[in-house]
């Protein structure tokens, strides 16, 4: 391959790197896309962040509605989207917690036995059911601007791609330069490696590189304190997210329900309790 031909750009979104290889198309071509995909993902980020103060998300938190509030026709298809995804993994993945600890507080301290939002999808409006609650789409995002983005790819005919967001999420198209795919492997983890044409991942683990746990289950705001890691692999973007999240969430006997939701994924947990390191794989 004429290396010429190659292309590498990259960003900042969403708090990470979101970086693009591809190759096949003159430079002209890829920049026009490149600069369609950044212009796409930040556009998301501004009704989904939430830390930007321009932000709708941001803008809700802040608010509290408890009475019914306009939300645009995006944020509104995105709540649904995210409910129908707490529904198949019977609660293990959310995307609305106490507001104290979406914004840093270690504050869990609100009931979550009743369903804390309600939508009238007829006049676009949202409303918590009470106060205390934001949206965090953290355990989405990502999934969700790479689902725009491969949208851009097949309207724009290309055929090979690497993306990598913030390297735990990972979007490909076609195969590798010089391969039959693109490999993947998690670094510091020999258990994790995935062969991929035409697929996504997502890699979650239950601690930060601080040591921080940052993983709740939202049915009863317990953070998950077993060190464990879930590589999920998919050709849809956001389920790989919300898969990678609700898994080290739910309980063994509870897997398998969740995953009879699903389709059409390979996924690799691994559990490092005490000195063992248990590696489950489902497919």
Known sequence: MDKSNLFHRNFFAMNTRFEVVSYGKDAEIFTRIFDSIEDTVNQLERVISCYDELSEVYRINQAQPVNFYDISVELLDIIRQADLYKNKTNGCFD?????????GKTSLSISVTKPKVELDPYNNCFRFTKTGFALDFGAIGKGLALERVARILLEEGISNCFISFGESSILTRGKHPHGPHWPFSLANSGEIKFQLNDAAVSTSGTRQPDGNLHIIDPRNNQK???PKLASVKSPSPVETEVLSTALLVAKEPEVKNIL???FNYQIIIVN???NQKIRKIYD
Not at 97 to 103: G, N
Request: glycine share 6%; aromatic share 34%.
């Open 224 to 226: 998950i304190s077993t």
């Open 95 to 103: 995307y609305c917690f106490d507001r104290q600890f979406v914004y």
């Open 272 to 274: 490092y309790e005490g």
């Open 260 to 262: 009879n939701n699903f």
